[in-house]
Structures are given as C-alpha cells and as structure tokens.
C-alpha cells in the first residue's frame, strides 16, 4: 500500500467515525459523575483510574470508576489526601469493591504511589503538572515519562501517557499548547487497525517495541497533513472493536 492509498484510507476512516458509522456514541469515559470540567474533582477522576486501564476492558474500568465514586463509603479514593491518611487495607478494600483494582496489591499500590506524587509533588493538585509545563504536550511528556518516572507508575507508559492526554483534553477544560504533537495511544485496538491499514507489519506487532515503532510510524506519515495523531486514535479504537467493517 502507497501513502496516498493509506492517506486514501484514512479519510475513509475518519469520515465514516464522523459519520457514526463505527459507533461510538458512547465511550467508556463517558461512565462520569458529570463534574464541572474545570474542577479539580474531574481533573483527579480522569487521572487515577487512567494509572489502572492497561490489559482490560475500558468500559468496565470506567463503570467501576464511576460507581466507586457513587458510593458513599468508597468515595474516599478519589480525594488523594484522604488516600494518603487511610491505610493500605482500607484503600485496597475501597479499590476492590466495584473492580477498579483487579490485581489487588498491586493495584492499590499504584494507586497510593500516584495520590503520594500528586499530593508531595504537585501540592495535592494534579492540575499543576499543566501550570509547570505551561500545558506543552511535549513539556508534560517529558515531565511524566523522563523526569519523574517512577512517580507515575503505568501512567507513564507509551500507551497511557498520550491516552491520559487526550482524555484530559477531551474531558476537562484543558487547551493545551502543541496539540499536534499529541501523538497515537497505541493500544491494542490500534495496533491491530494499523496492520490492517499497512502502518505497521506483523511482526512489529508481535515485537516488544511495537508501541514506539507504531507511533513513529503514524508521526511520520501524518506529518504535515490535516491530521493530528491523537485524532485518528478513536476511529481507530471503534475500528478494531466493530470487527473491522467496511469503510
């Protein structure tokens, strides 16, 4: 396949999401208490469950996100001080009790790590991590997945990194700066769409390397087009999720 045959595709692709025809209409982050976008409540609640959404159904996370919200006695995990002063075993037992971990140990630790980094790093504010990096793209990238690692466990993953990203833009009232270098979150929905539109080949699927190998390969041949990455990532998902139908 050409490039102007993938381009070709691509605008196919992207018409028939616009169109309604991949379906859609409901995401899994839609599953939402509805706070003001602006709020440092919805800022929190579309980032912790973010750190758990690897290697399971997103629609069911965020349907556990929401009820854990909802439900008096377990709402306490999205306020990261309350975290931070509960023990391990309550927060564990709050996380376990809709789903949102599934690996309970290990998830509830990963849970604590990012409330602590939020809590000492970002005085208790996630949102502060946009005023620090002047809600660069790259800023925050860099920011997330090189300075400080290790105190964002998951999320700062090739795949979750630029999915929080673009949830966030998504979802709240963040205009970041350098949107376009937002770039693909390549799960396993969107690895399998770009085999299927020739952008990545079967073994680089199968490879170790076949998230980075995937979004360089989208950076590159979108570069200068009308599209941004992230914006060919939601066609993408549904595309995969329907089946692959005719586009």
Known sequence: MTKRDRLIMIEKLYNAYINGKLGGEIMPEDENPGFSKDSLENYTYFTLPMALNYQRNSYKLWESANLTYNDPETRFVFDTKKVLSSSFEDVQKALVKYRV??????????WITLCNTIENLLSGDIRNIFKICDNDVNKIRNFIQIEHKK??????????????????YQYTDMDYLN???LTIAP??????????LDII???????????????????????????????????????????????
């Open 101 to 110: 971990a599934l690996q309970k140990d290990k998830q509830t630790q990963i």
């Open 151 to 168: 105190e964002f466990p998951y999320l700062s993953g090739n795949k979750l990194c630029n999915y929080w990203m673009y949830v966030i």
């Open 179 to 181: 949107k376009q270098d």
């Open 187 to 196: 799960d396993t929905h969107v690895l399998k769409s770009s085999v299927k």
């Open 201 to 247: 080949t079967e073994s680089e699927y199968e490879s170790s390397n076949a998230q980075l190998i995937c979004i360089e390969n989208w950076n590159k041949l979108l570069k200068g087009t009308k599209f941004s990455p992230i914006d060919i990532h939601t066609p993408l998902w549904l595309w995969s999720r329907s089946g692959f139908i005719d586009i």
